[in-house]
């Protein structure tokens, strides 16, 4: 069979590590696409793989089979639409859209076409946290109830000058680059929130855009969720997202490294998980893909991709458009609640209860 | 080489198990006494080399070595750079450009290169990276560093992109520079092994996952055996234990009988760790360590 002839557009942080990781992928024949600049420099004149400066050009001159997106979030949008207008499959770094009225329309577009069109949210790719929804699909815990979901890391750890990065404009920000990830994984658990209050999108060192995220998300048939962001903390090496869920049947705590379940009953179907504590870690929940970069969850996103692309699928496995969608409305709802103060959605009122006259020791 | 090599994730807070650990293993180790405690350990075991990160608080360690000649005749630092994370946080700070020169000695010619006015040349690339290298080997100077490897992130990130040339500017800098043998940490030493070849480099030191149940070994176990008995690579073993998976004195006889591997390199905080990992070393790998 003939390789996949895919490109990676973009060759920041996430474009350079997607390149290296789709490059070295024994079914592709990799291009990259970058406008002028130090890494075009540098790469043109020491990898064999060809690199356009034109993105339309690329599009224009070259027979494709897919593309990576990983240029600044504010680009994504118009670079997605030209690639689905051309018949090519996506994967696009997160966020999706800046405006989710652009991830529906492409979505819809992506639908249509029958394209693999996926996002790279690869938290859903750790172990540990497609065993916690394995686990809350199963109703391990019962009703869930409470529910904090947090990320913390080293970014911005005191005033500097902009880049995209840091300019909210451009799709950059704590919100965007931090809190995107344990909202994607409350979208994948519970859906997009019906409501949204006490958002906080607090500055710490930037000028321009947000370093730390507080808000409180709700789901009318769901559990009350808060979300503590900072990538102001430089406690932490790297960016280490977690999520605590409390619910009748017990606790589930997830991170990068490990799923904790704690079960006050054990539940059928659940092998493996008797009362009390359960830990699983994801280096035993995780098998080994073609190569490894910095960590299996990024390589299995992409394999799961381009062997979408090579088996002639019509959507994503997982991390589909629709899904990616959720969590830019999440984070627009998010926004609109810190500038105006004032709720965003609508949460179902609770049925009206008689009023019960009580004495102090009535029940 | 030696045959077990002491590492460095347990004191910078890098435990592949458990945040909690990697927290409080951060905490123990943040004043340098705690780290040269465990160093001494080791070292008063008869554990010799420090396989370490390129990180800012080993120029710490160095300087006590340094600082005390005779209490550490004999011992070797084995620099891994350079530490990623340090970069990494810089790009999302910087940007490529702004980050790499933020490295840079400034005013110098290359950070004038660097000013982004007029395309890189080839040469220049390779100043950068000489550059770089040697800052990261500053903090050595005056101590035995005879094996300088390249972190995994960074041949891996340069072993996907097809930027082997890089391999051959650090093996004839390291060489040439520092009179040390380069070598290689990976995650996928079977392709690794295979660029280094076409490269021209033969038989080279390689650092990667080598355990009895695969854990880790990227592009498949049989490859990795295969590799090591054609007796093109000289391999040193990490992650024997499988971050606990496998029993030490198991892991330890099954790698003892792998032709090609070298050295075993682990970490560990504990005197009843070291002396037991070293104990299996010497049971199984034979001979003074």
Redo the contacts between chains.
Sequence with gaps: MSKLKIAVVGL??MG??H???V??HPDVEAIACDGA???V???S?????PIYKDYDEMLAQTVLDAVIIATPSRLHAPMVEAALNKGLHVFCEKPFCLDWVDSERLTALAAEKGLVAQVGYHYRYVGAFAEMQRLIAAGAIGRITHVLAEAYG????RP??T?W??DKSEGGGCLYDYAAHPLNLLNWFFGTPDQVIGSHLGQVFSESTDDEVFSTLRWNDGPTAQLSVNWSDESH??M?A?INLIGTNGRLFA????CQAFLRKPVEGLEGYGPGWTVK?T??LTE???????GEEY?AQLDEFILAVRDGKTAATQNGFASATETDKTMRMIIDNAETGQPVGEARAAAPQAAKKRSWFGR | MDKLLFGDNQFFGINHMSEEKARAQAMRFQRTDAVMQVLDTAYDAGIHTFMCTTHDRIAEVADRVKAEPARYADFQFYPCMPYAHKYANAVTEHGMVGALREFMPSGGLLATALTGATALATKEVEGIAKVLIDMEMKMFAGTKAPVVFIQNVFTDLLLGMGFTRAFRIFDDHIREKYGAEPAYITMNMPMLLEALERGGIERPIICSNINKIGFRMSGGFDSYLEALQSGRVRAVAMSVYASGAIPADEAIHWISELPGVEAIVFGASSAGNINGTKALVDKYMGGPV
């Design positions: 920041g942080k350079l590590s390149f290296a990781m490059n070295a600049g130090f890494m420099d540098v790469l004149k020491n990898i064999s793989a080293p970014v911005v750890l500097k000058r880049t990065r840091t090496r790297k280490s977690k991170d990068r490294q490990e870690y280096t035993e080994d893909r073609w190569f490894y970069l910095r390589s």
